[in-house]
């Protein structure tokens, strides 16, 4: 089945600062999302971007399908960016695959 | 738009008894739910998928007779876990899929914490 590896596995960083997180993966999709889970467990939309690139304020995503991997930056980032990035792509034409996550504390 | 619930949010219970968790799509169909499982730190585990109508798909190494799915409604399923365990606690969070969008964007629930004591 295809496999999705995120980077880097935990990353910490000062109010403030821009950070780059990466999802590669190991098959053509059609499909990638991009989440943030908040520390209550709440998972929230951030992107549906199966090519191309993609703004919402301080967040970014580009996703290179061709090559296989997709990047999502946070830019003048704050505390409440604190949480878990996941990417995940369509699987079995159904349900979706995770990466393992990126964990991100902003410290103020 | 877009909106999925979980019924309860947090539960308690003691080994050997059964939990029921809902999932609702508030302002849409979904003919498809899934469900998956997160253990602490780790990512969402697909636990199965449920479709409306029929019999729900399990993931290689999820016992069906202990987890029953039920998806009676284009708005509803439900996830019980019979006679839980203390291994069974976990954060079991629901998705669905829209009916009739071309994109296969899935909304998830808030999640369920469930301890079993």
């Known amino acids: 089945g295809i496999q999705v590896e995120q980077s880097p596995p935990d990353l910490i960083l000062q109010e403030g600062a821009n950070s780059t997180l990466r999802c590669n993966f190991s098959d053509s999709v059609n499909n990638l999302q991009w989440f943030h889970q908040n520390p209550w467990g709440q998972l929230i939309n951030l992107f549906y971007i199966p090519s191309g690139t993609k703004q919402n304020g301080r967040l970014s995503a580009t996703t290179v399908a061709t090559e296989r991997y997709s990047l999502l930056y946070i830019s003048s980032s704050q505390t409440t960016d604190s949480g878990v990035y996941f990417c995940a792509v369509p699987y079995n034409n159904n349900d979706m695959r995770f990466g393992a996550g990126t964990r991100l504390t902003v410290k103020p | 738009g877009a909106v999925v619930s979980q019924h309860p949010s947090w539960v308690i219970c003691k080994s050997g008894t059964s939990v029921k968790i809902e999932c609702r799509s508030l302002d849409f169909q979904a003919t498809t739910m899934f469900w998956y499982r997160q253990f602490p730190k780790q990512s969402l585990m697909l636990m199965a998928t449920s479709n409306e109508g029929s019999k729900a798909t399990y993931e290689q190494g999820v016992e069906k007779d202990k987890f029953l799915i039920n998806h009676a409604s284009l708005t509803l399923s439900t996830l019980t876990v019979t006679s839980a365990h203390p291994e069974d606690s976990s954060f079991y969070i629901c998705?669905?899929?829209?009916?009739?969008?071309?994109?296969?964007?899935?909304?998830f629930g808030p999640g369920t914490r469930l301890t079993v004591l």
């Open positions: 998705s669905a899929r829209a009916s009739g969008l071309s994109t296969d964007t899935q909304y």
